[in-house]
Nanobody
Framework: QVQLVESGGGLVQPGGSLRLSCAAS????????MSWYRQAPGKQRELVAV???????NYADSVKGRFTISRDSAKNTVYLQMNSLKPEDTAVYYC??????????????WGQGTQVTVAS
């Protein structure tokens, strides 16, 4: 079984920065795409950023130029550097990973979520 554990959320003032981390653990053969999603109160979960195994990236228009996704494949860890944060970035942020385990079964795992609140 593959588990994802996020960390790094918290309360920050508008214009501030936070860095989220998400580590995958378990019987992992390889992790392919790793993504960050977010869900604000009363809204649907939305894709924020994705990074492929080859480190290609894609971002939601609302975060382009402010957020940076990166990964350390040796550690099966993905990061989200969030700069110039706005109140509308307030949400629970979830990590997601697709890959294969050591029995060559595919997995699609979610983290438990970490709260990011941007407020003065």
């Amino acid at each position: 079984q593959v588990q994802l554990v996020e960390s790094g959320g918290g309360l920050v003032q508008p214009g501030g920065s936070l860095r989220l981390s998400c580590a995958a653990s378990g019987s992992i053969l390889r992790v392919y795409d790793m993504s960050w999603y977010r869900q604000a109160p009363g809204k649907q979960r939305e894709l924020v950023a994705v990074i492929t195994y080859g480190s290609s990236t894609n971002y939601a228009d609302s975060v382009k130029g402010r957020f940076t996704i990166s990964r350390d494949s040796a550690k099966n860890t993905v990061y989200l550097q969030m700069n110039s944060l706005k109140p509308e970035d307030t949400a629970v942020y979830y990590c997601n990973a697709d890959g294969a385990d050591r029995e060559y079964r595919s997995f699609h795992a979610w983290g438990q979520g970490t709260q990011v609140t941007v407020a003065s």
